[in-house]
Nanobody, 121 residues
Framework: QVQLVESGGGLVQAGGSLRLSCAAS????????MGWYRQAPGKQRQLVAT???????NYTDSVKGRFTISRHNAKNTASLQMNSLKPEDTAVYYC???????????????WGQGTQVTVSS
């Protein structure tokens, strides 16, 4: 099993910043891609940003230039630095990771429990 634990959410005023962190643990051989998704009330979960093990990043258009995803491969962690936050960024943010299990070499995809980000206007 793979466990993903997020931290760093909270309440911030528009224009402010927050940093989310995600730590992965468990019996895995490697993690390929780590990412952040978000889900606002009444809406589907959407991709925010992803980063591969070799550092390639991908962002949804609405956060480009404001959010930065990073990871530390040796520590199996990922972070999302969110600047210039807007009320429409309000959502539950979920960490996601996919990789290979140790031993069986089977693929896995895991989710964290989510952390609330609220941006007030």
């Amino acid at each position: 099993q793979v466990q993903l634990v997020e931290s760093g959410g909270g309440l911030v005023q528009a224009g402010g910043s927050l940093r989310l962190s995600c730590a992965a643990s468990g019996s895995f051989f490697s993690i390929n891609t780590m990412g952040w998704y978000r889900q606002a009330p009444g809406k589907q979960r959407q991709l925010v940003a992803t980063i591969t093990s070799d550092g390639n990043t991908n962002y949804t258009d609405s956060v480009k230039g404001r959010f930065t995803i990073s990871r530390h491969n040796a520590k199996n962690t990922a972070s999302l630095q969110m600047n210039s936050l807007k009320p429409e960024d309000t959502a539950v943010y979920y960490c996601n990771a996919d990789g290979i299990y140790f031993g069986s070499s089977l693929p896995f995809r895991g989710w964290g429990q989510g952390t609330q980000v609220t941006v007030s206007s």
